[in-house]
Structures are given as C-alpha cells and as structure tokens.
C-alpha cells in the first residue's frame, strides 16, 4: 500500500515518496499561515514549552481530527505504524526562512532529564516521529542524522519516518537529528509525533 524506501534497519529510518497530495499539502499550509508562532521546545528541567535559540523556526498545532483532510493524514500515519490514531500529539506544522534551523536534538523525552516526567504524564515516551515535507526548498533545509550521516532533501508530498526507541523500549540516541538551515526559498513542513500510549 505504501512505497516505502529503508534508509536505516537500526534505528528504523523510512522515506515515502508521494504520502501526501498536492492538496493536501496545500491545505496544512493554507491553515497554517495566519496563526504560525516561534516555536518552543521542552524546558528539560520543567517540562514547560519555552523558546530557545536552537530553533528557529515559525509553528502552529492542529487538533486531532481538525478538518477531513488532517483526519485522512492522521488515519494513514496510524496504518502505518500500526498505532491508534489517539496515539498521535496533533499535527504540528513549521515553517523555516532562510538562515532558520533546528540544531540536533532528539524527539524522545530523556528519562534522565527531570522536565521529561511531566511531559510523559500524558501519553509517555513519542516512539516515533513522522515528518511530513509539504513544499520542495530551493536550497538546503534537509533532514540530518548525524550519528548516521544520513541526510533527507525535502521534497513536497515525501514522508519520514523514524523510530525513537529500540526494540526493548530504551531511547535511541541515533535517532538525534536536526533541520540544517534554508540556504535559498522556505521550507514548510508536517510533524506528528507519536507515544506510546493514549495522548490526552
């Protein structure tokens, strides 16, 4: 049903060319735009979302099952992997400039961290993560696995997809990543975030 192209066995790393339809991407984008904000991150010590220089990207949150469109994505996302759609944080959508960037970082919460607790109080750990690329970037933008030396050009309607834990349920530390800055044109995409259990 999917066309799926492995990019990594350990951690688990999965491309897949044409997920979304023009349409599709055009509407996150459209309902996106009018309300995208600087985006935040997990304080590790609080659990709090708080701004911090290492990203520097534009963003805004839907709600599960926000509009058909979003409810057909999500639905797919949850075939995939194999998880209920409630599983799922809300499709997050993010927009990057030119020079804007997210610097490595992992999307599990770290269970040495303490802010990690609060944020795990609902849902527990985000096993994986899918990024959803909505437009093609002029130049640069890509995803990059460091530890890895993998690296994913954005390219419009293509998903990523990756898993954040091992298959005994530790974190994977090779899952580290980061947006690489926009060299030319702007780059919006789609991230959903999965945990482990119900998200409320």
């Avoid at 990594?8 to 999965?14: A, D, E, F, K, M």
Wanted: hydrophobic content about 35%; some cysteine.
């Amino acid at each position: 049903m999917f066309d799926i192209v492995e990019l990594s066995v350990q951690p688990r790393i999965l491309t897949l060319p044409n997920f979304l339809s023009d349409e599709e991407c055009a509407h996150l984008i459209e309902r996106a735009r009018p309300k995208i904000a600087p985006s935040t991150t997990v304080d590790p010590e609080t659990g709090e979302f708080i701004l911090v220089e290492a990203r520097s990207s534009t963003s805004t949150y839907f709600m599960i099952r926000e509009t058909p469109t979003i409810t057909g994505i999500e639905d797919r996302i949850a075939l995939l992997l194999g998880l209920p759609v409630e599983n799922g944080e809300g499709l997050q959508v993010l927009n990057y400039s030119v020079g804007q960037e997210y610097r490595p970082h992992f999307d599990f919460f770290d269970p040495n961290l303490k802010g990690s607790a609060t944020v795990m109080a609902s849902g527990g750990q985000r096993v994986a993560t899918c990024i959803l690329y909505l437009n093609d970037v002029e130049e640069g933008g890509e995803t990059h696995f460091p530890e890895l030396d993998i690296r994913v050009r954005p390219q419009k309607g293509s998903a990523l997809l990756f898993i954040n834990v091992t298959q005994e349920g530790e974190v994977d530390r090779k899952t580290l990543h980061a947006s690489l800055p926009v060299i030319a044109g702007e780059k919006w995409i789609s991230t959903k975030w999965v945990r482990e259990r119900e998200y409320k």
